[in-house]
């Protein structure tokens, strides 16, 4: 009686956290979904009940990550302390809030950990369940807050801005593709819509356009060419696909809104042929890459994550790529560990193509975008090294 008491308050806390996510409720720097974290990371701590193992390939990964994580909180603090000694006007809070989402992070893959160990394989059910509550919450908080007038412009939806709500939508897709069986088909199919369709084009992001589209391919071929069992969920997939737009469409015409969606996808794909034509689309100088040449002698250790003005490229923003922001803030040593720490949750045995796949989407969005404080990913990163393709493969015939 104890242990279920335990489990239903846990199931019920990250439930509400996946849920309340995609919602910036405060003017402020943590949200409503962060505390409740919080919150489920300290009742977790107190009341730890371990009846599942956790596989020792997902405790590595997590030691590689904490290992990254105080390097880049040694080299944030080190850079504050020296800009405030030599450079007071430069000396940034922005190098504390860095660090502060590396530790938030964490948090973030300790919970899936001990949540784990409390809920054994039913965590993955109960996740994939909390994630589609939350983006079908999205979608009817769009629908509800949109006037006529704005389809045809960026959506923020719940977030702050499009780019946040493109990469949710991607993230959401690709939990979709992993654990897909654990749910019911249209469940399935409807994340997918959701994800690569409504929210993503709401958003007119160029990269998660992109990025959705090239990850649904991928991991969809490589189904279909290897593992025939999927045939059956793929053609219902397009038949429920089929029909869930065709009624969308429908009930947007005779809603008045038809006109102003295709308005919405013609700047859209406007946006998309541009690409090239646009300064933000250029990595050297639009996106930041061309910073690494202001590094000099700080190759090694790097640069912090703060006090952007010290730099010509980009000045006063953060650069727009992943694994470019963490070479220049914490340098060879930084990405190093970093990268560690994402092969070692990535690898899956005989199945890292099929990981890698899934995770192909996010990792071209972290081409353009920096992606690496968003805590869901983490999760899924640490799901992935704990639950690995066999439960991905069988899902709820488990």
């Not at 850079?79 to 030599?86: D, G, P, Q, S, V």
């Not at 054994?120 to 996740?127: D, H, P, V």
């Amino acid at each position: 009686m104890v242990v279920e008491k335990r489990t239903f308050f846990a199931k019920f806390l990250i439930c509400a956290y996946l849920i309340l996510k995609p919602f910036y409720l405060l003017d402020a720097p943590f949200q409503i979904s962060d505390i409740i974290l919080i919150i489920l990371f300290v009742y977790l701590a107190c009341v730890r009940y371990v009846n599942y193992i956790v596989p020792s390939k997902a405790k590595i990964g997590f030691q590689y990550y904490v290992c990254f994580m105080v390097w880049a909180i040694l080299i944030n603090m080190a850079w504050y302390l020296y800009l405030a000694i030599n450079q007071a006007e430069m000396a940034d809070s922005r190098f504390f809030t860095s660090a502060v989402y590396y530790i938030f992070n964490g948090i973030a893959m300790l919970v899936i950990l001990w949540l784990y160990e409390l809920l054994g394989r039913r965590l993955i059910q109960i996740f994939v369940y909390g994630n589609f509550a939350s983006c079908m919450s999205t979608v009817l908080y769009s629908l509800i807050t949109i006037k006529r007038e704005d389809w045809s412009s960026r959506q923020v939806a719940g977030f702050q801005n499009p780019n946040q709500l493109a990469y949710y939508a991607v993230v959401i897709m690709a939990v979709a593709v992993l654990w897909g069986g654990y749910i019911l088909t249209k469940m399935q199919v409807l994340l997918m819509l959701a994800g690569a369709l409504y929210l993503n084009m709401i958003s007119m992001s160029k990269a998660g356009i992109l990025a959705g589209m090239v990850m649904i391919l991928l991991c969809w071929l490589y189904r279909f060419g290897n593992r025939r069992i999927f045939c059956t969920r793929l053609k219902a997939s397009i038949v429920l696909g089929g029909i869930g737009i065709a009624s969308a469409l429908l009930l947007l015409i005779i809603t008045g809104h038809g006109s102003s969606i295709l308005t919405m996808a013609g700047n859209l794909w406007a946006r998309i042929l541009n690409m090239r034509n646009e300064n933000d689309s250029n990595l050297g100088n639009g996106r930041g890459y061309n910073r690494v040449f202001e590094m000099g002698a700080n190759f090694l250790w790097g640069m912090g994550e703060g006090a952007y003005e010290r730099f010509q490229i980009m000045n006063g923003n953060e650069i727009h790529s992943t694994i470019v922001s963490i070479y220049v803030s914490y340098g060879l040593i930084g990405l190093f560990l970093w990268g560690i720490a994402v092969l070692k949750l990535l690898l899956q045995e005989k199945y890292i193509l099929y990981s890698f796949l899934c995770f192909s989407g996010i990792f071209l969005y972290w081409l353009t975008h920096n992606g690496v404080r968003n805590t869901i990913v983490w999760m899924v990163f640490m799901l992935i090294a704990i639950s690995g393709y066999h439960s991905m493969k069988e899902g709820k015939n488990e």
